[in-house]
């Protein structure tokens, strides 16, 4: 069954969890879709897993148009979040915004869009829903805002900043938001507002409470290992997998025992004669 808004709402409603991971491209779209996850998220992420890049802020919104095209091109059940990337939507232009969020609809083929930002972002979304266009929004960490925020640090440990997240929730839903994610949230402040919201949470270091949760494809198989965040969990270790398939190819090149007969085409010895 197609995954949609309105299947996220009515999980909701059943107390069924939702599954969200990313994707940035055709081939992995498509492996997603074969495990009956719920949902793709083409993340800015792309900037530092795709594209080398130390943070989010460099990705543009012809990056994830690109991405965002590519992945839909993988899947037909599976729900496509696009992100809408740094300075793409800004209150002092919301019909830019709103733009922004249709290119992505329409030329990246999502089925839908996030946005991070709270209480400050509610009227961009609103407007873009209102032109319908569904929003996720993204609360807690929000990596765009890592300068302002100062690194990659736990969101609402402190009665001032819980409070402030409380009420983003809240205003994100009013605005029409049909899910929110809760990045780097401490699990009881998470808990308290997944109770408090009649949309779905989608988690990432927010406790197990959560409607949903959302995790990088690269963090969770082990394509990295520079770097672990605690809320990360490696579910196979695909990176040393690729590594090692990579060095048995490189001897075998090497030793000349790849491609043996079996893996090269044949040409019929009397015409090879011919040409000789």
Same mark, same amino acid.
């Given at each position: 069954m197609?995954?949609?808004?309105?299947?996220?709402?009515?999980?909701?409603?059943?107390?069924?969890?939702?599954?969200?991971?990313?994707?940035?491209?055709?081939?992995?779209?498509?492996?997603?879709?074969?495990?009956?996850?719920?949902?793709?998220?083409?993340?800015?992420?792309?900037?530092?897993?795709?594209?080398?890049?130390?943070?989010?802020i460099?990705?543009?919104?012809?990056?994830?148009?690109?991405?965002?095209?590519?992945v839909s091109?993988?899947?037909?059940?599976?729900?496509?979040?696009?992100?809408?990337?740094?300075?793409?939507?800004?209150?002092?232009?919301?019909?830019?915004a709103?733009?922004?969020?249709?290119?992505?609809?329409?030329?990246?083929?999502?089925?839908?869009?996030?946005?991070?930002?709270?209480?400050?972002?509610?009227?961009?979304?609103?407007?873009?829903?209102?032109a319908?266009?569904p929003?996720?929004?993204?609360?807690?960490?929000? /990596?765009?805002?890592?300068?302002?925020?100062?690194?990659?640090?736990v969101?609402?440990?402190?009665?001032?900043?819980?409070k402030n997240?409380?009420?983003?929730?809240?205003?994100?839903?009013?605005?029409?938001?049909?899910?929110?994610?809760?990045?780097?949230?401490?699990?009881?402040?998470?808990?308290?507002i997944?109770?408090?919201?009649?949309? /779905?949470?989608?988690?990432i270091?927010?406790?197990?409470?959560?409607?949903?949760?959302?995790?990088?494809?690269?963090?969770?198989?082990?394509?990295?290992?520079?770097?672990? /965040?605690?809320?990360?969990?490696?579910?196979?270790?695909?990176?040393?997998?690729?590594?090692?398939?990579?060095?048995?190819?490189?001897?075998?090149?090497?030793?000349?025992?790849?491609?043996?007969e079996?893996?090269?085409?044949?040409?019929?010895?009397?015409?090879?004669?011919?040409?000789?």
């Amino acid at each position: 069954m197609k995954n949609t808004t309105l299947t996220f709402k009515e999980a909701k409603q059943k107390g069924e969890k939702l599954s969200m991971v990313t994707a940035y491209d055709y081939t992995v779209a498509k492996l997603v879709e074969k495990s009956g996850i719920n949902a793709i998220l083409v993340g800015d992420s792309l900037g530092m897993t795709m594209l080398g890049y130390e943070d989010t802020i460099s990705v543009t919104l012809e990056d994830m148009i690109h991405h965002s095209r590519a992945v839909s091109r993988g899947v037909k059940d599976t729900l496509v979040v696009c992100d809408m990337p740094f300075m793409s939507y800004t209150n002092t232009n919301i019909p830019q915004a709103v733009e922004n969020a249709g290119r992505l609809m329409s030329e990246g083929r999502a089925n839908c869009v996030k946005l991070e930002g709270g209480t400050e972002v509610k009227e961009i979304i609103k407007a873009i829903v209102d032109a319908k266009i569904p929003v996720c929004a993204h609360i807690g960490l929000t /990596p765009q805002s890592l300068n302002q925020l100062g690194g990659f640090k736990v969101q609402g440990k402190n009665l001032d900043t819980a409070k402030n997240l409380l009420a983003d929730a809240k205003a994100v839903e009013g605005a029409g938001a049909f899910a929110v994610v809760l990045e780097c949230v401490p699990k009881e402040l998470a808990d308290k507002i997944t109770e408090m919201l009649e949309i /779905p949470t989608i988690g990432i270091g927010a406790g197990n409470g959560c409607d949903g949760q959302v995790l990088v494809y690269q963090d969770m198989l082990g394509m990295y290992d520079d770097f672990k /965040p605690k809320f990360i969990k490696h579910f196979a270790q695909i990176g040393d997998e690729v590594v090692e398939a990579f060095k048995n190819y490189d001897k075998e090149v090497k030793e000349k025992t790849f491609p043996t007969e079996e893996h090269s085409f044949k040409m019929k010895k009397e015409l090879l004669d011919q040409i000789l």
